[in-house]
T-cell receptor
Framework: AQSVAQPEDQVNVAEGNPLTVKCTYSVSGNPYLFWYVQYPNRGLQFLLKYITGDNLVKGSYGFEAEFNKSQTSFHLKKPSALVSDSALYFCAVRAPIGGYNKLIFGAGTRLAVHP | EAGVAQSPRYKIIEKRQSVAFWCNPISGHATLYWYQQILGQGPKLLIQFQNNGVVDDSQLPKDRFSAERLKGVDSTLKIQPAKLEDSAVYLC??????????????FGPGTRLLVL
């Protein structure tokens, strides 16, 4: 079955420290992977995506993600966290389901960056 | 470039009442999506339009939910009658096309619905 898992409900990190938000996926065929961020009372904002090529994808606001095919993972990373990065982060995979091309989201991980 | 617009931003209704949400996608985007995001969960697709035609409505509760995209631009999602479990954020998204897996979807701010 096509699915996305975000194993951590919440990640806590001190400002200035590196952060990682984990995502694993299960999909038949080539994975097309996305990260979105959601601030309070806002819609989802696109951060980055992996389609093919370099396993390290760079995105908005200094975020990057590493695609690992053998571990079926697509973890989101940032070298130095900011308090303003505190938000809800969603991993998603584009997959064919029932003959349709759907975007399947994980349950989300809340990132809290402390001063 | 203007983003996806949605209105209203918030709506409170009583169960069994009806409600409608409006979405205006990014100019030139052929594909429009409506998602339901229940608190603590990721968004789930309700319906997808390609221009003014429905591509996928397999997850839409058709006994109470309906949607249309007349003229292939704006879209309206309606719930009639509403149930308590419909309380959620309704997100509209658009993309240039759906035919390619790598196409990015861009989301509006959402409408937060509370059914009492």
């Amino acid at each position: 079955a096509q699915s996305v898992a975000q194993p951590e409900d919440q990640v806590n990190v001190a400002e200035g420290n590196p952060l990682t938000v984990k995502c694993t996926y299960s999909v038949s065929g080539n994975p097309y992977l996305f990260w979105y961020v959601q601030y309070p009372n806002r819609g989802l904002q696109f951060l980055l995506k992996y389609i093919t090529g370099d396993n390290l994808v760079k995105g908005s606001y200094g975020f990057e993600a590493e695609f690992n095919k053998s571990q079926t993972s697509f973890h989101l990373k940032k070298p130095s966290a900011l308090v303003s990065d505190s938000a809800l982060y969603f991993c998603a995979v584009r997959a064919p389901i029932g003959g349709y091309n759907k975007l399947i989201f994980g349950a989300g991980t809340r990132l809290a960056v402390h001063p | 470039e203007a983003g996806v617009a949605q209105s209203p931003r918030y709506k409170i209704i009583e169960k069994r009442q009806s409600v409608a949400f409006w979405c205006n996608p990014i100019s030139g985007h052929a594909t429009l999506y409506w998602y339901q995001q229940i608190l603590g969960q990721g968004p789930k697709l309700l319906i997808q339009f390609q221009n003014n035609g429905v591509v996928d409505d397999s997850q839409l509760p058709k006994d109470r939910f309906s949607a249309e995209r007349l003229k292939g631009v704006d879209s309206t999602l309606k719930i009639q009658p509403a149930k308590l479990e419909d309380s959620a954020v309704y997100l509209c998204a658009s993309s240039l096309a759906n035919s390619r897996y790598q196409e990015t979807q861009y989301f509006g701010p959402g409408t937060r619905l509370l059914v009492l």
